[in-house]
Each structure stands twice: as structure tokens, then as C-alpha cells.
């Protein structure tokens, strides 16, 4: 699958929100522009003051880092000021067919501003990502098997197990109590999981790196166009970036391209129409 051919790609617009402690803005712009969309990088300061901030684009990314220092929790301040100067704004983007992805801290944010599981209209938290099992934070490569079931559009046409770095110390998925976990099992709305040596998903460190429970390291909205996890595709755009690149290479299975690129391009090829 060749991700940077992507028809229709040069009209897609996509805005990565920037600042308070965000630092993965270069990777992911590198990682839109590479498979051809138009990308504006822009402080969130900037965007919120700004109403018509959203206009225009197709998707917005809510990247990495340590948003106002993870202080509270992680993404928890940020939430709650998008909540309260741009929560209708991103709902009146979703409701307009926009497409919204939230990497690591990214992921922590939508899910602590109610933007996912996305199960009924508004804004209301139902899930949340705490400190991870094994406390401190862990720095490494982990596998994910995807569920080809999935409504998500960023991982329509991935493989059936990738890998991607992973880096975090709070990422285990919890739940309200009741049926909500068994909801989004049954509809498919966990797109990824930590999987073992053999692609199934697993709850086993380090395998998974948080202890989140049935591996869970991702959840998409039911329409499948807002999507967080927790590792990070735009870290892995080349083939060289894996750790055993040069072993894939001697065995022939080296990629033509990172596989986090191919998620990302996911996303622009569902606006494009691809």
C-alpha cells in the first residue's frame, strides 16, 4: 500500500493545535504534508481566541506532549479549557463531518473533554486515562493488532499488527461503572490493542506498557472520524526510525514507508474520498 499517493489529498486542510508543553507538532506536520495535505500549525491560545479558528479544515490533531505540564492529571487542564472556550466549536466540527485525532496527550484531552467514546450528543467524560500500572513513565516500542471491524477511518487499511513507539506515564484506560466498556467492544470501537509476539491482544507488561484492560490503546467515536491512542504514529514515518530496521532490511521487510505515516494517511484519504 503506497500511503503518499492519495487523490485529492492537496485539498485536504488540516490544523494541529500547538503550545502549553505540546512538543510533537513537527512530526505530525512533517506526517500531513508528506502524504499531501495542507497543514497550519497554530497555538491553541491563538485558536481559541480566535471563533472562526476551525474553518476550513477537515481535521484537527491534538498531538503529544505535556500540556500545562500535566499538572492535575494529564490533559486534564487542557480539557477543561477547551471545554469551556471551545467545546461547541469542535462539536459543530465533528457534526459537520470533520475528523478529529489525539495522540498520547492528544488522546488524554478528548477524552477528558467528553470528545470520545462520543456515544451520545455533547461533551460528557465516560472514560479516562490514569497512571499507568507500573507507575513512572515508560519509553518503548509496542505492537497493536487492529480490529479490521472497526469503524475508524485512520485504521481502514492498516495491516492486522503494526508497531509504533509508545512513551507515557498515564495511560490506562478506565470506564464508568455499567455496560459502557462492553458497549464499545461490541461496536467495534476500539481500533487497537497492546498486542504479544503472536498479534493477540494482551494485558501483560510490557507488552502493555499501562495495564490498560483487554489491551485497549485506542477508541474511535461510532462514526469512526474522531480516533485517539496513545502511541504515536507520527514517530514512525520512515523506515529507519523502527529499532530493527537494518534486521528488516536484510530479511526483506523493510517498508516503504513508517507505518504510523500509513495511519495518519488514513485520515486524509477518508476526506479526500480514497
Avoid at 244 to 262: D, F, N, S, V
Wanted: hydrophobic share 45%; proline share 6%.
Amino acid at each position: 500500500m503506497n500511503a503518499l499517493k492519495i487523490d485529492g489529498a492537496a485539498d485536504v486542510r488540516a490544523l494541529v493545535l500547538t503550545g502549553y508543553g505540546l512538543n510533537c507538532e513537527a512530526e505530525t506536520c512533517a506526517a500531513l504534508q508528506t502524504v499531501g495535505a495542507r497543514v497550519t500549525a497554530r497555538h491553541v491560545a491563538d485558536a481559541i481566541a480566535d471563533a472562526d479558528a476551525l474553518a476550513g479544515f477537515q481535521l484537527v490533531v491534538f498531538i503529544g506532549g505535556f500540556s500545562f505540564g500535566d499538572h492535575i492529571a494529564s490533559g486534564r487542564v487542557f480539557a477543561n479549557r477547551l471545554r469551556f472556550k471551545m467545546g461547541e466549536r469542535l462539536l459543530r466540527h465533528v457534526g459537520d463531518g470533520g475528523l478529529v485525532l489525539g495522540i498520547c496527550n492528544g488522546f488524554q484531552t478528548i477524552v477528558k473533554l467528553g470528545l470520545l467514546p462520543g456515544l451520545e450528543p455533547g461533551l460528557a467524560q465516560r472514560v479516562s486515562l490514569v497512571m499507568n500500572d507500573r507507575l513512572g513513565y515508560w519509553d518503548a516500542w509496542v505492537r497493536l493488532a487492529v480490529d479490521r471491524a472497526s469503524p475508524c477511518v485512520f485504521t481502514r487499511a492498516l495491516p492486522p499488527v503494526i508497531e509504533l513507539p509508545s512513551r507515557h506515564g498515564e495511560g490506562k484506560l478506565v470506564f464508568e461503572e455499567g455496560p459502557l466498556r462492553q458497549v464499545l467492544e461490541d461496536r467495534h470501537l476500539i481500533p487497537v490493542r497492546y498486542a504479544d509476539e503472536a498479534g493477540a491482544a494482551t494485558e501483560r507488561w510490557p507488552d502493555n506498557p499501562d495495564g490498560s484492560p483487554g489491551g485497549i490503546a485506542g477508541l474511535c467515536d461510532p462514526s469512526g472520524r474522531v480516533f485517539g491512542l496513545m502511541p504515536h504514529p507520527e514517530a514512525y514515518l520512515y523506515p529507519e526510525n523502527h529499532p530493527r530496521w537494518i534486521a528488516q532490511r536484510e530479511a526483506g521487510t523493510l517498508p516503504e514507508h513508517g507505518l504510523g505515516l500509513h495511519l495518519l494517511a488514513g485520515g486524509v484519504r477518508a476526506i479526500a474520498g480514497g
